[in-house]
């Protein structure tokens, strides 16, 4: 089509009695618009495929991102559960303290006939102490390791905050 037009023109030029030099500048410019079609032409067969990779490689970013975010959430719902959990433990052991303490108070308080009985007992009661302590020692670890646990929870709790104020949902 443009080939036509160009060619009418060449035609009305010569029908005017023009001179060489505009059909020279007509072939000229017609030469240009060929060569800027062909340029444009070439310029989409490498700008739209940039386009589409750009928009699904972006499109994979958002899922990578989404996919950190709620893994990071359930992570944290999961130290959240590990820490009732040990406050629960932790106050079983308490109670387990006590138990001990009133057991090795109530075989102190046992007598018996015999020497041997009373020897028996008295070692008895002498590692029933020894556990009680241990066991309390154990109570506070595991009091320690219950802190620790809600300090993760703090810790991990305020990035996922602030990573949820990014999201757009």
């Not at 062909?38 to 490498?46: G, L, Q, T, V």
């Not at 989404?66 to 009732?84: C, F, I, K, Q, W």
């Not at 959990?85 to 932790?90: A, G, I």
Request: glycine letters at 6%; one cysteine or more.
């Amino acid at each position: 089509m443009v080939k036509l037009h160009s060619e009418e023109v060449i035609d009305e030029l010569k029908e005017e009695g023009e001179c060489l030099d505009s059909r020279t500048m007509v072939e000229a410019l017609d030469k240009f618009a060929n060569t800027f079609e062909a340029s444009a032409r070439r310029w989409e067969i490498i700008v739209y495929p940039a386009l589409v990779a750009f928009i699904i490689l972006a499109g994979y970013g958002f899922y990578l991102i989404y996919s950190l975010t709620s893994n990071v959430t359930r992570v944290t719902d999961y130290m959240a559960n590990v820490t009732e959990t040990m406050q629960l433990v932790s106050q079983d052991m308490r109670e387990v303290s006590v138990r001990m303490a009133v057991m090795s108070q109530n075989i102190g308080d046992m007598s018996g006939d015999t020497d041997e009985l009373t020897q028996s007992i008295n070692n008895m009661n002498q590692q029933i102490y020894t556990m009680n302590q241990n066991i309390a020692i154990m109570t506070g670890s595991i009091n320690r390791m219950g802190a620790d646990m809600g300090q993760l929870n703090y810790n991990v709790g305020r990035p996922v905050e602030f990573m949820d104020d990014f999201m757009p949902w």
